[in-house]
């Protein structure tokens, strides 16, 4: 079997893949290490000091409000990967069975679902956003349900798509000779085989949450201030931009790139390293 | 260039991948109209071989030492445009699978006309009239309309003629001919090869003809040469290789490629054991297509095995044979009919009552491959059917019935562990065997338990058949278009053709004497190697 050894001895041949991890492992020490990495409280305005540029006291300036930027960006790393990783992980969870039910057994219901899921689909990601969070009000948790809500429809129909081929694959015929049962079928022989895109799509999708979490907070639907959120942040400095104050919105706004694209490079390299059909060109 | 040079001289030719030599030191000829047989199992570098001659070489193989001639020039030192003439040209390659070479989105009148515009000044008009004309030369029967056709609404042989047809355009001077009938039904096999070799004749090509079938070597080929792991080890003119082979692989693999001494023990003859164990009465499924129209796969079908006896269900693709099989083990809803097993109609009862039954009625799929699970190992996949027996539910019985099985389907223990892909299509194909023998059923489908598999690999599996038959006293249903194998193996024939039962009989009785027409059709296509060698 495939392990994580096996996996990070993988990585290490691959450039892009080892960059992408170096990032993750940037941020992983962000989110455990913040309160020692910081220089000053995330949170803690200091009028007197607003908008000043960076410097030995304030490494990358400070806002507005006078709050430290370089700390708000390694504790704004908890809360946007927080909301990433949790909505994800729900969505994965919701929608995989979704879409093994409803790719393996066709009937009316099966339909139903799909229509639901295409409707969630169809919505504009914001408007849809903007809705739910102002009905359920501007906390990180709510955050982290709407973006569950956008992804569950994707790893479903992943999942559906897989299992729609497999389920008249000879190998299931022959399971079902061999006298199993639809159950069995399902999660024993169709999941096992459809699962490869959907965890791909996970870091994918973890990528796609935290820019969508920085694009709520930015339109002003995601999380509050003072809370440290790096769309937020972004927001916040983006007025000042064109008076010629950049670092307020530039910095949080490489971190966004640097965290998305960590995913998406982790997401390819783990594309390459589940499937089979990758082993054979090697 | 004088008529007697060979149109085709390899010499000493031995090919690389990497650290890995797949050809060694190959040398042959091909001398104008000359019909030359490469034989070989799988892995033998037949293919590489084709694929050299035109410079073809899939991924990153290299021409270690030798060279290749063809019509005297080398091809070494030609450049890159006269290589490009001499694939399209002068050497033509035809390979398995011609629906997959065609355009699928185009007609295949438009896609043969653009070749002929790609090498001669044509009307648009004028290239449509030539593609039917040549159509019609390779035997496609109204090919005004033919030319209209997509390829996904031609046959399989249909595709191939197609494929030919592309192949004449140019006039090549050689064929190669990659197992290009593979898959194809013996009629339509007959059918294409006779083409394909009375045009070679006509027009004096070279054709080589790579295939695993000595049947097809017996019938067509003047020469034989055959290859195993990357060299050729004999060499024969083919009435001298069919009468006494040179080499003792030569042996092994004719002796492979002869039906079995036929009848196996006769099932026994009490009046209690010749009382049918499985009766299959006016059977009916019909398909709908999306258009309404109505596909009458297996209609009214009825027939009876005895225990201890092998029926066998021939008949060509399309003729409903695997659906009777799929209806039997109720993996397909029959429309009608009835299918007793001892006495009782198991096609009407439920789904959860007919799972008990699972136990003694199983099947043996096609494909060895796509029919297990590709995440699940040996182990897992032969004691899956174990949980339909209540008496298998302790871990170490299970793993004893399991080792007990494999070992009756004649693979080592330490398959166990592994998982399908790193088997071969014989040690698959075992697996799936020793998968539905795992419970002791009383009865077994067989579909197609032969095709696709190298000759030794396919004698192996008919030995293997043969020996469960009498160890067992299966009742087994034997569907197979591979009449070789029914000699081999089967009591009694059920020929089938449109999902009708045609000829029913022993045997000895159908290949004897057969009554049908369309029976001494399909025994007239098959290329028996002992029509040739007695």
Redesign the interface.
């Given at each position: 079997m495939k392990t994580i050894t096996d996996f990070f001895a993988f990585v290490l041949r691959r450039p892009a893949a080892l960059f992408g991890l170096v990032l993750l492992f940037i941020q992983a020490a962000a989110i455990v290490l913040a309160p020692l990495l910081a220089t000053h409280s995330p949170v803690d305005a200091n009028p007197l000091a607003s908008l000043q540029p960076p410097s030995a006291e304030h490494w990358l300036g400070t806002d507005v409000s006078g709050m430290d930027i370089y700390s708000r960006i390694i504790f704004a790393t908890r809360i946007n990967l927080l909301i990433s990783v949790v909505a994800v992980t729900v969505a994965f969870i919701v929608g995989v069975p979704i879409g093994l039910l409803v790719g393996y057994y066709r009937s009316w219901a099966s339909t139903l679902v799909m229509r639901i899921l295409d409707f969630i689909q169809s919505f504009p990601v914001f408007v849809l956003g903007m809705a739910l969070v102002s009905v359920m009000g501007q906390e990180i948790w709510n955050v982290a349900i709407v973006l569950a809500v956008l992804f569950i429809p994707i790893f479903a129909r992943l999942i559906r798509a897989e299992a729609l081929s497999l389920r008249d694959?000879?190998?299931i015929?022959?399971?079902?000779?061999?006298?199993?049962?639809d159950r069995v079928i399902m999660f024993r022989?169709i999941l096992?085989?459809a699962l490869s895109p959907a965890i791909v799509q996970i870091s994918i999708s973890i990528g796609m949450a935290i820019l969508l979490t920085a694009g709520l907070s930015f339109i002003g639907a995601g999380v509050r201030m003072p809370t440290p959120e790096w769309g937020l942040m972004v927001s916040g400095g983006s007025q000042q931009m064109i008076l010629g104050v950049w670092w307020v919105a530039l910095f949080p706004g490489l971190a966004i790139v640097f965290s998305v694209l960590s995913f998406a490079v982790m997401a390819d390299a783990v594309r390459d390293y589940i499937d089979?059909r990758g082993d054979r060109l090697r | 260039m004088t008529p007697d040079t060979p149109l085709l001289e390899v010499d000493n030719l031995s090919i690389a991948y990497g650290e890995d030599t797949v050809l060694h030191g190959v040398t042959l000829s091909l001398a104008r109209d000359e019909v030359l047989g490469i034989v070989g199992e799988t892995g033998a570098g037949k293919s590489v071989l084709a694929r050299a001659m035109l410079d073809l070489l899939p991924g990153g193989g290299r021409v270690v030492s030798g060279s290749i001639r063809v019509a005297g020039q080398d091809l070494a030192d030609m450049s890159e445009a006269a290589r490009r003439k001499l694939r399209g040209g002068t050497v033509a390659l035809i390979g398995t699978d011609a629906k997959s070479l065609l355009d699928p989105v185009r007609t295949v009148g438009v896609q043969v006309a653009d070749v002929m515009r790609a090498h001669r000044k044509l009307g648009a008009a004028d290239a449509r009239d030539a593609a039917i004309d040549l159509f019609r030369k390779v035997g496609i029967v109204d090919p005004e309309k033919r030319a209209d056709a997509y390829p996904h609404q031609l046959s399989g042989g249909m595709a191939q003629r197609i494929v030919i047809a592309m192949a004449l355009i140019t006039g090549p001077r050689v064929i190669l001919a990659d197992d290009a009938t593979l898959g194809l039904d013996a009629t339509i096999q007959v059918q294409v090869l006779d083409l394909l070799v009375a045009r070679c004749r006509e027009f004096g090509m070279g054709a080589m003809i790579i295939t695993h079938d000595l049947g097809i070597v017996a019938r067509y080929c003047d020469r034989v040469e055959i290859m195993r792991e990357g060299r050729i080890v004999e060499k024969a003119a083919t009435p001298d290789f069919l009468r006494a082979p040179g080499t003792p692989y030569g042996v092994e693999l004719l002796g492979a490629a002869r039906a079995r001494p036929a009848p196996m023990a006769r099932p026994a003859t009490t009046v209690e054991a010749r009382r049918p164990l499985v009766e299959v009465v006016g059977l009916v499924k019909h398909f709908k297509t999306s258009s309404g129209h109505v596909i009458r796969a297996v209609d009214d079908v009825s027939f009876r095995v005895s225990p201890g006896e092998t029926l066998a269900l021939v008949g060509e693709s399309g003729s409903g044979k695997t659906t009777v099989g799929q209806c039997i083990v109720r993996l397909l809803a029959s429309d009608s009919g009835a299918v007793l097993f001892k006495n009782q109609n198991v096609l009407g009862i439920p789904d959860r009552a007919f799972r008990t039954l699972r136990r003694d009625i199983q099947m043996v799929f096609q494909e060895p491959y796509v029919a297990l699970n590709p995440r699940w190992t040996v182990e897992r996949l032969v004691a899956e059917p174990l949980g339909l027996d209540p008496d298998m539910v302790s871990p170490g019985a299970r793993r004893a019935r399991v080792r007990e099985m494999l070992d009756l389907v004649r693979l080592p223990a330490r398959v166990a562990t592994s998982f399908p892909h790193e088997l071969t299509a014989g040690e698959q194909k075992r697996v799936g065997m020793a998968r539905a023998l795992a419970t002791r059923p009383a009865f077994v489908v067989f579909d197609e338990p032969t095709t696709a598999l190298d000759i030794r690999v396919r004698a192996q599996i008919i030995d293997l058949v043969r020996d469960l038959q009498r160890e067992m006293q299966l009742a087994t249903l034997f569907i197979t278009h591979d009449l070789n194998s029914v000699r081999s193996l089967a009591h009694n024939v059920a020929v089938m053709r449109n999902g009708k039962i045609v000829e029913t009989g022993e045997t000895e009785r159908i290949f004897a004497a057969p009554s049908h027409d369309y029976t001494r059709m399909l025994l007239g296509a098959e290329l028996p190697i002992e029509r040739f060698t007695a």
């Open positions: 694959r000879p190998f015929a022959a399971a079902r000779c061999s006298g199993a049962t022989h096992p085989n089979p | -």
